[in-house]
Structure formats: C-alpha cells, structure tokens
C-alpha cells in the first residue's frame, strides 16, 4: 500500500536549522510531484515546497524562500526539507504529499491525494 513516512522534526532554538525526510513506498507510478505543507494550531493549511520527481525543479512560499531547501533522492525514494534560520513562525506539523493528478504553483492541498503522518517542528525565540 502506498505510504509516506516523515522523519526528522523536533525542537530547535531561532536561527537553529533542521531536516526533514520523506519516504514514499508502494506507489505504482511515480508521483508527478512531492511537496511539504505546514500547519500551525488555529492557521490554515500552508504548501511550503514543491518538487517535480521528474527534472527536480522547485518552487517555495515567500515564508521560508532563501531559508529551506527541498531536494529528492529518486534512488531511496526520499524527499526532504532542509531548514535554515529558522523562526518561531515556523513552528507547526509539517506533512508530506505527494500527487499523481495535478501539480502547479501555488499548490492546492486537494491535489495531493497522498500524505504522511505528520512531523512536529517547534522553534523556540
């Protein structure tokens, strides 16, 4: 069956940096893109990253553009996040998507009929 698993969140100080790790499993096709969304407690649902498996191009929000990286590893079927200076806004459970219908900039959350579990990322001022 398919899954993604992430891995990685926990507690950091601002300015701290941390990494995030998808792993999909099961799918028949690859997916036509992968993304990371965040959610905050009483905030709406934000896309934070996407990437095409197919040629690696990405597109990020203004929130975390020149601050996180997405990249892909199609050999261990991973995504991941890379998180620089990070602030306490980012503080939310980031999720793992990935979609097989449609993929555009900005993102829609209905696209993705995909997503992981759910990793906690607290940054503390």
């Known amino acids: 069956r398919v899954q993604l698993v992430e891995s990685g969140g926990g507690s950091v100080q601002a300015g701290g940096s941390l990494g995030l790790s998808c792993a999909r499993s099961g799918f028949a096709i690859r997916p036509d893109c992968m993304a990371w969304f965040r959610q905050a407690p009483g905030k709406e649902r934000e896309g934070v990253a996407l990437?095409?498996?197919?040629?690696?191009?990405?597109d990020y929000a203004d929130s975390v553009k020149g601050r996180f990286t997405i990249s892909q590893d199609n050999a261990k079927n991973t995504v991941n996040l890379q998180m620089n200076s990070l602030k306490p806004e980012d503080t939310a459970m980031y999720y793992c998507?990935?979609?097989?219908?449609?993929?555009?900039?900005?993102?829609?959350?209905?696209?993705?009929?995909?997503w992981g579990q759910g990793t906690q990322v607290t940054v503390s001022s």
């Open positions: 998507a990935a979609s097989t219908r449609v993929c555009a900039w900005p993102m829609r959350g209905d696209w993705f009929s995909y």
């Open positions: 990437i095409y498996p197919v040629g690696g191009s990405t």
